[in-house]
């Protein structure tokens, strides 16, 4: 998305140089991410809403929940689909019409991050096997874009999901009905927490200011879960990284990543 | 539209509507200019439920070339509703709805924006509903002048909004979205308190010409109140001496 | 021969009325003058303008301006100079007028993303503004810190014959080339200055509308560092 930005020669030289003394343009640590605020219920007629602020990048997530037929080979299961769109008034390169690859790329990734975690027990958000399923779509909106929307975005989704209420269903005449003012707790077994690290002239910089993005050589995103496994991965940039760097950038994500969840988990 | 048999009483024997209000009563709103980094002006509106983001960027480039104008500058808009903002999730893609609405408030609008002192750019104003409970285009077009003042856009008069209606053969005023479903007219206003011009208007809906006459009449006192908030939030941000913004 | 006190004013608020001129963002709407953006009106004898709090850059001939190179053709360099109009920089500033130059001559002078400092030579908005770099003080920009602030506040950095900037720039150690379209860049060979010089110009961004301004900068600019 930032593919669009031109990052001026001198802020290049000055960010470079500053990583050679071992520091950051905005001071912060390699290892250490922006502040992180999380609000839940900003969205309070959806079943589910966070806001999260990621340094000056922000995005709102709304979570629906409403009865949907399976996909044929998994009659056993609800639906979790996720999405993310850049929204215009997020940054002056911003467009609107159809997602361009950077933005598809982004709503995959924050999709397969929570839904490959497992963090939802599918298999508990069924009405009717085969006929009648519950399904939960977790929209993310980016309303200001500093930078790292990947990471933004999961805290949004993760927080949105883990705080929603589920509407109670009951099938009536072959048809689910909705039950009104009952509600369910979501099935939650996990909170996934994704942590986006930059490689900027052999350096790894945890959660990249959009201008760290501007000139970062290579990027990679990990999700973790609470027992802290890896649940999800996404490479990007044009350079490569060595096996001694993955295997430190996800030691990081981890650690990173458990700090994260605690926020998360306090903002509920 | 229209006389949806529904259990709610949209107007009670004290002439009391279903969320409390009296019949020449708007819903409470908030303003809030300047709230996004990037965006050169935004506005962050609360009408009733309703919450919608504004952001303005412009004067700017016009891409591609063709579409700029030697003589003048050009306003854009868009009005967009998130997915999660109404009951039914909504697909992202745009409607024809949201589409048709851009077009009525960009013509709400370009009274007031000055844009021939702009040739050769565009002014685009994005409007993001991110909760909608009736009356949607008229709290975006309130939010969407405060974020081209906040931009510096020059403009003849900023534009309110608020909607008239009818229901339980009652004339209201600001209707919201149960009356929306179930009452008998629908009618939004645009207007320039201090021009004193109307600059967008709809019916949904069956009016007498007596109630339409008396729906215009409440609804420029709905936008003259909703006027005195998007003054207010100008004078939160630019005026408030010594404060921290 | 009275004259108003300054007072705020949004788009589309009456000013005052009477046999008044009406100059920057304002216009005359019937025998009243009107406001067209967020400011501070300003009524004189025979006209009346208002201060703007709020807008992007617009060029004006002569102003002098902080670019930075987005492209170049055969013929010019396109400068992003912080406002809707893009800077053009004809190759015959650099080269000279008679000089033929290649896309290789081109990048070596100026390339994407090399910062200038140049002037306005001519603001006529049917195309885009013209730019040179040849001059006093002007030309490529190869050190020093680039800070961006309101272009309407540039006036308040400068302060009363040049006040504030120098306040800034002595006790400081640093020089600040500040561009009239609210892009400036800031240097110092001590690293403490340069940072305290940054954060005299992001308080003065902050607090432009406040009167005691030039107390609040001088208190900032003399405690201890921290």
């Known amino acids: ?268 | ?245 | 021969m009275s004259t108003e006190r300054k007072r705020h004013v949004i788009p589309g608020e009456t000013i005052t009325s009477g046999p008044y001129r009406a100059e920057q963002n304002t216009i005359q709407v019937g025998d009243s003058i009107v406001s067209t953006i967020v400011g501070l009106s300003d009524v004189r004898d025979e006209s009346v303008r208002v201060i703007p709090l709020t807008g992007g850059y617009m060029p004006k001939d002569d102003d002098l301006v902080i670019g930075k190179i987005v492209s170049h053709s055969s013929l010019s360099w396109t400068a992003n100079i912080n406002s809707c109009y893009v800077g053009m920089l004809p190759a015959s500033d650099v080269f000279g007028r008679d000089y033929s130059s290649s896309s290789d001559d081109m990048n070596a002078k100026l390339s994407k993303g090399d910062l200038i400092a140049a002037r306005i030579v001519n603001a006529d908005m049917t195309r885009d503004p013209l730019i040179t770099i040849s001059g006093r003080e002007l030309g490529k920009i190869d050190s020093g810190e680039l800070v961006k602030i309101s272009p309407n506040k540039v006036p308040r950095l400068i302060g009363k014959r040049g006040s504030m900037i120098q306040m800034i720039e002595s006790s400081t150690n640093s020089q600040v080339t500040i561009g009239q379209n609210g892009l400036l860049v800031v240097s110092s060979e001590d690293p403490n200055g340069l940072l305290k010089a940054i954060q005299a110009i992001e308080l003065i961004e902050e607090q432009a509308h406040v009167a005691n301004l030039t107390d609040q900068v001088k208190e900032m600019l003399e405690s201890k560092s921290e």
Not at chain 1, 80 to 103: D, F, K, M, Y
Request: glycine share 8%; net charge negative.
């Open chain 1, 1 to 268: 998305m930032s593919d669009g930005l031109i990052i001026d020669q001198l802020k290049k030289n000055q960010i470079l140089d500053l990583l050679q003394e071992g520091k950051r343009v905005d001071g912060r640590q390699f290892d250490e991410p922006r502040k992180l605020t999380i609000d839940i219920g900003v969205i309070p007629k959806a079943e589910g809403s966070a806001r999260a602020r990621l340094g000056d990048t922000e995005v709102v997530a709304g979570v629906k929940v409403q009865p949907e037929r399976p996909f044929p080979d998994t009659g056993d299961k609800g639906m979790l689909i996720c999405t993310a769109e850049i929204l215009p008034i997020a940054h002056p390169s911003a467009e609107t019409g159809p997602p361009q690859p950077p933005v598809v790329e982004l709503a995959r990734v924050t999709d397969r991050g929570i839904r490959e975690s497992g963090m939802l027990d599918m298999k508990q958000l069924v009405l009717e096997k085969d006929k009648s399923v519950i399904g939960i779509f977790c929209d993310n909106a980016v309303t200001d874009h500093d930078g790292n929307l990947f990471d933004a975005c999961s805290y949004a989704s993760t927080a949105a999901i883990n705080s929603c209420k589920i509407p109670k269903y009951e099938m009536q005449d072959e048809k689910p009905v909705k039950i009104e003012g009952e509600f369910t707790e979501p099935p939650l077994t996990t909170l996934p927490v994704s942590v986006t690290m930059a490689k900027i002239g052999g350096f790894i910089l945890v959660d990249p200011t959009i201008e760290e993005w501007g000139i970062m050589d290579a990027r990679i995103t990990i999700t973790s879960n609470s027992d802290g496994n890896v649940v999800a991965l996404q490479k990007g940039g044009s350079d490569g990284f060595t096996q001694e760097e993955l295997i430190k950038c996800a030691e990081l994500s981890i650690k990173v990543g458990s700090k994260i969840r605690e926020i998360i988990k306090q903002s509920k």
């Open chain 2, 1 to 245: 539209m229209g006389g949806r048999d529904t259990d709610i009483v949209l107007l009670d024997e004290n002439g009391i509507r279903c969320d409390g209000r009296k019949v020449n009563e708007t819903r409470k709103v908030t303003i809030k200019a300047g709230v996004l980094k990037n965006a050169n002006g935004s506005a962050y509106i609360e009408f009733g439920d309703n919450k919608i983001l504004v952001g303005v960027y412009g004067p700017r480039d016009v891409h591609p070339k063709h579409m700029s104008d030697t003589d003048t500058g050009i306003l854009r808009c868009r009005y967009h509703m998130a997915p999660f903002s109404v009951g039914e999730r909504k697909n992202p893609a745009p409607s024809r709805r949201e589409v048709e609405i851009s077009k009525v408030i960009k013509e709400a609008l370009e009274p007031a924006v000055m844009l021939k002192e702009f040739p050769r750019t565009a002014v685009d104003v994005y409007m993001e509903v991110l909760q909608a409970d009736g009356g949607t285009r008229c709290a975006a077009l309130t939010g969407a002048s405060v974020a081209l003042a906040d931009a510096g856009i020059p403009m003849r008069d900023l534009v309110a909004g608020c909607a008239a209606g009818k229901a339980a053969d009652a004339v209201i005023l600001d209707v919201n979205n149960e009356e929306d479903q179930a009452g008998q007219a629908d009618l939004p206003i645009g207007y320039m308190p201090n021009l004193k011009k109307i600059t967008l208007l709809q019916l949904d809906g069956v009016l007498t010409p007596e109630e339409y006459k008396q729906c215009i009449e409440i609804g420029i006192d709905g936008c003259n109140q909703v006027y005195e908030i998007q003054k207010k939030a100008l004078q939160d941000k630019f005026f408030a001496s010594g404060e921290k913004q």
